[in-house]
T-cell receptor, first 117, second 117 residues
């Protein structure tokens, strides 16, 4: 069963618009970590953020912000005032404490963000 | 410092041949992971090495796949008798694992694109 769902396959925006990427996860564990990674056209996965299940504080880093809500099992990601350089595929990932390999990432299908000038 | 490196960057092989893919993790990282990325399956976990513990091979798709990590550093992923469905980008990642009381983020290499003709 898919543990991480990214329902949006592709989002297209015009530069300076805000874009929100949805991530819904499924786990029975009380201890887990969530991650977001960016994969630009060059192909290399770039780490963006890590959040553990005990820390529901939202986080802002420059134009990026994340909203973690355990009540809805969601960890959404917003890019404010998007730029062309934000064009990439964004992946949400889950790591569960009670899996045999605590640490392995279970990825969503990814959301392609296209920012046009 | 240097990131995760992988070689070769591209590999074209004929069906039935064996291939070896190499990963050099970030120095000091105790955990090393292999994933693969294909159009049909997305990003899939393959195998995980943590320190001197026995590796978790639960993600390997068949017994044609194997991996080793020598001296706690460099890792080699071997695919025997390659099939066309093995065509994918093979990604290696490393991290500090569970050091510091939490799960650390993984840093990914550029990947090896494998094409099986």
């Amino acid at each position: 069963a898919q543990k991480v769902t990214q329902a949006q396959t592709e989002i297209s925006v015009v530069e300076k618009e805000d874009v929100t990427l949805d991530c819904v996860y499924e786990t029975r564990d009380t201890t887990y970590y969530l991650f977001w990674y960016k994969q630009p056209p060059s192909g290399e996965l770039v780490f963006l953020i890590r959040r553990n299940s005990f820390d529901e504080q939202n986080e802002i880093s420059g134009r990026y912000s994340w909203n973690f809500q355990k009540s809805t099992s969601s960890f959404n990601f917003t890019i404010t005032a998007s730029q062309v350089v934000d064009s990439a595929v964004y992946f949400c990932a889950l790591s569960e404490f009670t899996t045999d390999s605590w640490g392995k990432l279970q990825f969503g299908a990814g959301t392609q963000v296209v920012v046009t000038p | 410092g240097a990131g995760v490196s992988q070689s070769p960057s591209n590999k074209v092989t004929e069906k039935g041949k064996d291939v070896e893919l190499r990963c050099d993790p970030i120095s000091g990282h105790t955990a090393l992971y292999w994933y693969r990325q294909s159009l049909g399956q997305g990003l899939e976990f393959l195998i995980y090495f943590q320190g001197n513990s026995a590796p978790d091979k639960s993600g390997l798709p068949s017994d044609r796949f194997s991996a080793e990590r020598t001296g706690g550093s460099v890792s080699t992923l071997t695919i025997q008798r390659t099939q066309q469905e093995d065509s994918a980008v093979y990604l290696c990642a490393s991290s500090f694992g569970l050091a510091g009381g939490g799960l650390n983020e993984q840093f990914f290499g550029p990947g090896t694109r494998l094409t099986v003709l």
